[in-house]
């Protein structure tokens, strides 16, 4: 019997099974058949960010997942602690990008798919590159980074008259993470589900030492450490920074840490611990990216095939006592500005850029100051760098409407600092404009407005 | 004092940094001795097994009789083209191998299933046994065996967007269950004398501003409950009214606005008003326990509670053995480094007492009195009141007779009639599998036929179990029959990353294993642990 089909089995014999075959728990636009399948082999462009412990899982699970046009971005270089779970790097890899050779080890092993790697950072593509595919998967461990491509995806979303979000300008995100035998996996559907900035107080503040807990009371080893870390260091390495990848830096710190543990009679000081500290390891296993990135890579297929219902849309797996999981049902904020409508604001055909930046610092909603603003992939002024300050300059007398090229209506993406007086943190917001007195304004169009 | 001299370290274990910082040089040493055997190497067994090679398992021997075939190039990383019609167990083998080569790997080209069958004693050997896609009477045969044997068990499953992950062992000691959120150990309400007498060495309420503000909240506490207890006949706070009075006295103490100590009292409060004593249930549990009455075969954990449950009834005076740490908090470094001294000599104190009834213990049994080493006895004492007994019911015994009432709560309960659904559907496949030769839809063709029978056939499954009259869901059923047995990849790495995750906990003897049988629900993620 199992001999029968040896020859005639087909590479894609159990994933034809979801995607041919009609079901009654599918997504609603499902459409089963093989044209479904040869439409995800051959039009369904996927982006991985990250190529570590999440990276590597994902790469894999999505190119044996039907997925054969995958593109990875990652700017870091392969170490030795890596390998405990970043299976497609080996010992001889260490100090190649990762986002290489995660892309040729998975290509070497499943023909037929394509994997594009970019050895960089995030922020150093254009727009355009990401809003060029069909979904963007993150497995990163940085909210930092995280927020960064946020901000990228919502900034494609755009809002009908009716205020509500248009489903082409969506980018869906599957984001995973972990921490030791914990983890969660989420799909972001801009201007449905919440997106990052909505919930970004899940995820905790990091644990930052006061001062005078260094300096004058210290009670603890990581105490100690960071006594080194941050103060001492400054004080005998005048102008140098600390560089926590290089070992002698490390070790500098390490015995410094020590003699402080040693005059307070503090124990605990390790060299292990001084690193944990100092570079605010995460704990990591391979087991737990394996599921957090096999949760991402199914929901990935979901959103792109509709062959089952999704994620919604925050799931937490906790396998420190016994084994938990959970899907919880966040909401968006309404009054998210990354992800939602953004502000509307109407004005003169004859308003130049550097009004509309006033008007921004006036605008009660945002108290916008050190303004930077873009139409489409265009740059219109740029705070900084200051070559590009300067090269965007002398738009800020130019009309808008012109810069615009003499649209009705349209949307700026401006990002800046807002907020009231001890409140104020760095913003990206969505600026719907339209002009008075030129022909094709309705009504309408101001729905969901300031 | 001598300067310490920072010994510089090219460190040998580099490569495991990460996880070393979650289970240690013993766990990872645990790791390296232990010997698995996976049965089965599709998708499912083969993603299980690479999450345990790179983490440095000692060693790995793949058990499958099967040929690589084209479909397996669609959702097994292990095996690729050039593979085609060679053994997969020998495939998989050689790929896990090139991961990791500190890991011992061997392969065997045989069927599981005739394994079982044919040669039982073979799986003695091991330290765990992971058995993938086995169908249920393979199961119940396997999970006597290795019972028997006492070789720890672990089935995992996919099918569709399905599946399961189950442990089968009689009985899982684990002393370092580290949990993640558990109420330290202060006795603010039950200081030992040195506590108490260094706490009257302190004066509260010093003239001295900076003093003030760096007296640890601990002191602040142990001396303001004694005062209530003195004003209140020897109770502490237990109403409402009486904590919020507590917690006001406390607040009155303060003489300015910027000592964090005080905030962080108030906030501490509640562990004065914990009970004294063994509080957990788990603990209470394991005292009460009928093998905490030892004898020459009981094991050393055994042991060790019958000396716990002897210190708590005597020098303990109703509490476990202290486990002298303290957490960081607002303090002069002095004072803080003399309480982390009290602490830890205390729990020393109490530590030399457990051993010495557990060598007593040793010597009554007829057993070697130092054949349980001090390192054990320290954590043991330490980890006293996190102790965790796990014991798993057989697979025969689980499949034959389920706890019925479990049973009708589920499959009457919307959050787990989906997992319930697919926990009676991934069995009553099987049986359709024995009946037809091959699991419903598994071949293209005829589907409304499949799935009445499957319909039947799970209809029959529950009348057998006691639950008639209980439906399953019509989508669930059909769902069953589309996913044809299908080992998708996604699927599969969850359920393999989970089966592995446990697998670790079981050899490490570190944290908690699950219990009961995991279902993974693919359709919404809403997974669930069903004990039946
Ligand atoms: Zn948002």
Known sequence: MADAGAHQSSRSRDLDKLLLRPGHLVGPAFEPGTELRDDIQEYARILVVGAGGLGCELLKDLALSGFRNLEVIDMDRIEVSNLNRQFLFRLEDVGKPKAEVAAKRVMERVSGVNIVPHFCRIEDKLDEFYSDFMIIVLGLDSIEARSYINEVACSFLEYDSNGNPREETMKPMVDGGTEGFKGHARVILPGITPCFQCTIWLFPPQVKYPLCTLAETPRTAPHCIEYAHLIKWDEVHSGKTFDPDNPQHMQWVYSEALKRAALFSIPGVTYTLTQGVVKNIIPAIASTNAIISAACALETLKIASGCSKTLSNYLTYNGVEGLHTKVTEFVRDKECLMCGPGIFMELETSDTLKMLMDKLGDEPQLLMSGVSVKHGGKTLYMQAPPELEAMTRSNLSISLFKLMEESPKGILHVTGTAGKPGKRQSCSTKLRVAFKGVAGIKDTDMAGGA | ?532
């Open chain 2, 1 to 532: 004092m001598a300067e310490p001299k920072a010994e510089p370290k090219p460190e040998p274990k580099t490569k495991y940094d990460r996880q070393l910082r979650i289970w240690g040089e013993q766990g990872q040493s645990a790791l390296e001795k232990a010997s698995i055997c996976l049965l089965n190497c599709g998708p499912t067994g083969s993603e299980t097994l690479k999450n345990l090679v790179l983490g440095g398992i000692g060693s790995i021997t793949v058990v499958d009789g099967s040929k690589v075939e084209n479909g397996d190039l669609g959702n097994n990383f292990m095996v690729s083209e050039s593979n085609l019609g060679q053994p997969k167990a020998k495939c998989v083998c050689a790929f896990l191998q090139e991961l990791n080569d500190a890991v011992k790997a061997k392969f065997i080209e045989e069927h599981p299933v005739t394994l079982i069958d044919t040669n039982p004693s073979f799986f003695s050997q091991f330290t765990v046994v992971i058995a993938t896609q086995l169908v249920e009477a393979s199961m119940v045969k396997l999970d006597r065996i290795c019972r028997d044997a006492n070789v720890m068990l672990i089935f995992a499953r996919s099918y569709g967007l399905s599946g399961f992950v189950r442990i089968s062992v009689k009985e899982h000691t684990v002393i370092e269950s580290k949990p993640d959120h558990f109420l330290d150990d202060l006795r603010l309400n039950n200081p030992w004398p040195e506590l108490k007498k260094f706490t009257e060495s302190i004066d509260l309420d010093t003239s001295d501003p900076v003093a003030h503000k760096h007296t640890p909240y601990i002191l602040i506490l142990v001396k303001m409950a004694n005062d209530w207890a003195k004003a209140h006949n020897g109770k502490l706070p237990s109403t409402r009214e009486e904590k919020r009075e507590f917690k006001e006295l406390i607040k009155a103490k303060t003489i300015a606005p910027d000592e964090d100590n005080y905030k962080e009292a108030i906030e501490a409060s509640f562990k004065v008003f914990a009970p004294q004593g063994i509080s957990s249930s788990n603990l209470k549990r394991i005292l009460d326990d009928p093998c905490s009455e030892v004898d020459s075969c009981s094991s050393d954990f055994w042991v060790m509670v019958a000396a716990l449950k002897e210190f708590i009834a005597n020098e303990g005076g109703g509490e476990a053995p202290l486990e002298g740490s303290i957490p960081d908090m607002t303090s002069s470094t002095e004072i803080y480094i003399n309480l982390q001294k009290l602490y830890q000599a205390k729990a020393e104190a109490d530590f030399i007492i457990v051993g010495q009834r557990v060598r007593d213990i040793l010597k009554k049994i007829g057993r070697d009195p130092l054949s349980i080493s001090n390192d054990l006895i320290k954590s043991f004492c330490k980890n006293a009141r996190k102790l965790t007994v796990c014991r798993y019911k057989s697979i025969e015994e689980e499949f034959n007779s389920p706890i019925l009432p479990e049973m009708q709560k589920y499959l009457s309960d919307e959050e787990y009639s989906v997992a319930v659904g697919f926990y009676i559907l991934l069995r009553a496949v099987d049986r359709f599998s024995a009946n037809y030769n091959a699991f419903p839809g598994q071949f293209d063709g005829a589907m409304d036929e499949e799935i009445s029978r499957l319909k039947t056939t799970a209809v029959s499954l529950l009348t057998d179990l006691g639950c008639n009259g209980s439906p399953l869901p019509e989508d669930l059923i059909n769902e069953m029959c589309r996913y044809g047995a299908a080992e998708l990849h996604a699927v599969a790495a969850y359920i393999g990353g989970v089966a592995s995750q446990e697998v670790i906990k079981l050899i490490t003897r570190q944290f908690v294993p699950m219990s009961g049988t995991f279902i993974f629900n693919g359709i919404d993620h809403k997974s669930q642990l069903l004990s039946l």
